[in-house]
């Protein structure tokens, strides 16, 4: 189901500083124009879009999301958005203000981020205070009935935890519970918070165990480590396009600002401030249909390495968003980076950029 839903991160602003962070922080501050949203949000009516996602940074930090929100229900498309919870009260009130009933009615649920089955672990990751603010959130909207999804990243620190956070969810009655694997940044290596690639699967396989054993909702979100060679995630079957605070439509926001590599990378597809909505959806076509093309040479030519099975990361080492790893030789990331990251790159002009 193509288009069925656009995600956009509105903001690239973010009021904390995760250890575990894939976004850029170098990059200058700022976020998505209402205008441009109003207009891809009108064009995106000719493809029956339904549904509306929102990340970032943190995106009830864009200066005015309140007008945002009220664009997604003027344009009666329902929306959910991810958030840290650090706000949560604030946007709160702005979501319930009695003038504008469809900001709640529109409302499908929300997705906090949670890095641990205590205070100690996730605020080690997330920051003091944090883990508070996320309990809070959390007994606010189960009072109102709000759908509420917890997405766990796991990590070095919290890797003993993964039981302990699923029986956490299942205790303040989440809906469901997303486990992702970490995507590796010279900050998470140097805070010695990246597994290794058997740890990957080792993590998988507990949470497999976990979805039979608990009631409660339990899946690994993308990235984990798929048997088909040809996997073609929701984002490759253009399910869900992804917009960055920019205004770019970019291949997903998995590997979309990604720390420490090129901001103007072959995953961003067309600039939205310049091109329609049908041009950069072409656009998008006609990139997926390169990098389908690339994956089906490196298969003719059994070229896949054992880890490009996890699909996210082979993605960030075909769009070259994560070189620098050749800083950390000894690692088994890098050491596989190392011996294929030059093999493959689409070379394309992307729409609504300069030809260099
Ligand atoms: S992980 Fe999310 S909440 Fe944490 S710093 Fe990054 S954007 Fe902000
Ligand atoms: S990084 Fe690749 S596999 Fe992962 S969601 Fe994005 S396009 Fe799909």
């Not at 200058?28 to 970032?56: C, E, N, P, W």
């Not at 999301?65 to 997604?72: A, L, M, Q």
């Not at 709640?104 to 890095?115: Q, R, V, W, Y």
């Not at 054993?213 to 088909?228: D, P, R, T, V």
């Amino acid at each position: 189901m193509s288009f069925y839903e656009m995600s956009f991160e509105l903001t690239n602003k973010c009021n904390l500083n995760c250890l575990h962070c894939l976004r850029d922080k170098s990059d200058m501050r700022s976020s998505i124009s209402t205008g441009l949203f109003d207009s891809i949000l009108k064009q995106a009516k000719a493809y029956s879009l339904q549904h509306v996602a929102f990340t970032g940074g943190e995106p009830t930090l864009h200066p005015q999301f309140d007008r945002i929100v009220d664009t997604v229900v003027a344009y009666d498309y329902t929306y959910h958005f991810v958030t840290n919870a650090w706000n949560f009260l604030s946007v709160w009130k702005m979501l319930n203000d009695p003038a504008h009933p469809g900001r709640m009615h529109k409302l499908s649920g929300i997705s906090i981020s949670l890095d641990g089955a205590n205070e100690t672990t996730h605020d080690f990751i997330r920051g003091k205070g944090s883990f508070k603010k996320i309990l809070q959130a959390i007994s606010i909207l189960r009072v109102k009935g709000v759908d509420i999804s917890v997405q766990i990243t796991v990590n070095k620190k919290n890797f003993g935890e993964i039981e302990q956070m699923a029986m956490l969810a299942s205790e303040l009655g989440l809906k469901r519970l997303f486990y992702a694997h970490l995507e590796p940044t010279t900050l998470a290596f140097a805070q010695d918070l990246v597994l290794s690639p058997q740890q990957y699967r080792e993590a998988e396989a507990r949470v497999e165990k976990l979805k039979k054993a608990m009631k409660i909702e339990i899946n690994f979100s993308l990235g984990h480590h798929e048997q088909l060679p040809f996997f073609q995630c929701r984002a490759l079957t253009m399910y869900s396009p992804n917009i960055d605070y920019k205004g770019r439509l970019s291949f997903c926001c998995q590997i979309s600002g990604y720390r420490d590599a090129d901001d103007e990378g072959l995953d961003v597809v067309a600039d939205l401030n310049t091109v329609s909505l049908f041009d950069a959806h072409k656009a998008w076509a006609d990139a997926i249909h390169t990098f389908n093309l690339d994956k089906i040479e490196l298969i003719k030519n059994n070229q896949l390495t054992e880890l490009d099975a996890f699909s996210c990361y082979y993605c960030s080492k075909y769009f070259g968003k994560i070189d620098w790893m050749e800083k950390f030789p000894d690692n088994p990331w890098a050491q596989d980076v190392l011996k294929t990251r030059h093999t493959h790159r689409m070379k394309r002009h992307v729409p609504g950029r300069k030809k260099p």
